[in-house]
């Protein structure tokens, strides 16, 4: 009799352990971004800010529609190729995430966009910065940092106003990101009245500049502005030394305003007269910044490059929606994220009409000392 007892109160266990069980549920986070190639830092930099999003919602124990959530990231690696970026989308869609965060670049971003809004599933970028992405109105597209319309018109502005150039030229990567801050400085440049007396282009995959620095160098400018990547702009300072020009203002997007790019120019003479614009606050002035800095470097020591903290924040965005809906279906949280008023590690983050983040600042950098460095 006692042993039936005993077995009877296993099989209860077992029971009650299945029920558990079943109460707990699996979301998955798709992340992707550049996991190879010349931009595979900044792609292992957002990485880690997604995956420490994912560690710290576990160890909240959360229950959303009476389930424990157990939150799983998908990384993904698009190789910044809008093709890949396109099929890795399509491998999320079939997997049925319950949300995107990424991609990285705009390149990537705005075809991937298409193909997430057509299966309805949120995507959050906290890298892609190309106008266009949210131009398009696909209702499932957000983004959380400030876009090449704040970045390109805040290098110009700086330019005209507060360096007093008067002649520039322009080069970007021939990349949605590249051509769209490139196109935006140019523009803005002219309004406040400088000349830009030469316009060029290369590839985001090009190591050799001299013959469009060279062509760039019989204009005399005061300045350049690049639009593209560090992996390009690191080894054109070097070839502006190899030239004569470090004395030429040199002027980027976010997607060259790195810690890594003392390392890739082989800290060049040209570094010194580097302007790059970042979307958002510096680290020491986000809302959140030093201590979210803190427990990164805790986990992924000397990995911290660049957009870290926004991927972060976008991860534990969705997390808020979800929450705040009781649901992890895109359909049910969608509308909840459009109306998000969420305190995030880089900013507050509202979204205005177009899914853009409301109020976005810049932040100006230059590299004293061959380190990046705030200037505003």
Same mark, same amino acid.
């Given at each position: ?6 077995? =009877? ?17 699996? !979301? ?27 560690? +710290? @919602? ?17 990384? +993904? #690696? #698009? ?10 989308? &399509? ?8 949300? !995107?965060?990424?991609?990285?670049? %705009? ?28 131009? *398009? ?7 959380? /940092? ?8 805040? =290098? ?5 106003? $507060?360096?007093? @150039? ?14 769209? !801050? ?9 309004? =406040?009245? *400088? &000349?830009? !007396? ?8 090009? $190591? ?15 300045? /350049? ?17 190899? *030239?004569?020009? %470090? ?6 997007? #976010? ?27 510096? @680290? ?5 910044? +030093? ?67 409301? #109020?976005?600042?810049? $932040? =100006? ?12």
């Amino acid at each position: 009799m006692q042993l039936k007892l005993s077995m =009877l109160a296993g099989a209860a266990l077992l029971v009650a352990g299945g029920v558990a069980q079943a109460q707990e549920q699996v !979301v998955k986070i798709g992340h992707v971004a550049p996991l190879s190639g010349p931009q595979a830092h900044l792609g292992k930099d957002n990485q880690n800010g997604a995956q420490m999003a994912i560690d +710290e @919602l576990n160890a909240q124990n959360i229950t959303i529609g009476g389930k424990k959530i157990k939150w799983q990231l998908v990384p +993904e #690696d #698009d190789a910044a190729d809008p093709k890949q970026g396109t099929a890795v989308a &399509q491998k999320l869609c079939d997997a049925k995430v319950a949300g !995107v965060v990424g991609h990285l670049n %705009s390149g990537t971003t705005i075809p991937a966009s298409k193909i997430y809004d057509q299966c309805g599933i949120p995507m959050v970028t906290g890298a892609a910065t190309n106008p266009e992405l949210t131009k *398009l109105g696909r209702k499932h597209v957000f983004r959380i /940092i400030a876009n090449d319309e704040a970045l390109g018109a805040g =290098l110009a502005k700086y330019a005209a106003e $507060t360096l007093k @150039l008067k002649k520039v030229a322009v080069v970007d990567d021939r990349t949605a990101y590249g051509q769209g !801050v490139a196109a935006v400085f140019k523009r803005e440049a002219q309004k =406040l009245g *400088l &000349q830009v !007396v030469s316009d060029q282009f290369t590839t985001d995959k090009a $190591t050799d500049f001299m013959a469009i620095l060279t062509a760039i160098k019989s204009k005399a400018p005061d300045g /350049i502005m690049y639009g593209g990547m560090d992996a390009q702009a690191g080894p054109m300072l070097r070839q502006l030394d190899q *030239l004569g020009m %470090s004395n030429v203002k040199f002027f980027s997007g #976010d997607g060259s305003c790195t810690n890594e790019l003392p390392k890739l120019s082989a800290n060049a003479k040209s570094l010194a007269s580097v302007v790059c614009a970042e979307g958002g606050a510096s @680290l020491a002035k986000m809302p959140k910044g +030093e201590d979210w800095l803190k427990r990164y470097n805790a986990k992924y020591p000397g990995q911290y490059k660049l957009y870290g903290p926004y991927v972060y924040d976008a991860t534990m965005l969705l997390a808020d929606a979800m929450k705040r809906a009781n649901s992890v279906d895109p359909k049910v949280y969608m509308p909840v994220l459009e109306k998000s008023d969420f305190a995030g590690s880089t900013a507050k983050i509202v979204f205005d009409e177009r899914h853009d983040l409301k #109020d976005a600042p810049i $932040t =100006l950098y230059n590299y004293p000392g061959n380190t990046k460095t705030p200037m505003n």
